[in-house]
């Protein structure tokens, strides 16, 4: 999944855990304690609420900005639009302000 800029520089500031130069253990717990910290390191304290819920952040402001289901799924890596169709919280009102002038 490809990383923001802003991501990647949080992760810079990060020290690796082994020396592979690893950023994450392969547990949950130690890979949730180092998002926590990256996202601190990015001035978002207290917003890390998990794996699942960051994939679903970052591919609802994706389809936010490109309005495409079929790009958002290529970078979240699904098999189907469908589940991402699912997966991708859209505005309820979406739409209104480009049906306004109909």
Do not use: I
Request: glycine share 8%.
């Amino acid at each position: 999944m490809p990383l923001s800029r802003r991501t990647r520089e949080a992760l810079a500031g990060l020290v690796p855990v082994d020396t592979d130069g690893r950023l994450f253990s392969w547990t949950y717990a130690q890979a949730a304690y180092r998002m926590r910290q990256a996202t601190r390191a990015a001035g978002w304290p207290g917003s890390w609420r998990g794996f699942h819920a960051a994939r679903k952040y970052g591919g609802t402001r994706l389809y936010g900005r490109v309005k495409d289901f079929t790009r958002v799924s290529l970078f979240l890596g699904h098999a189907s639009v469908d589940t991402t169709r699912r997966y991708v919280a859209v505005d309820p009102d979406d739409v209104a302000a480009e049906v306004e002038d109909f």
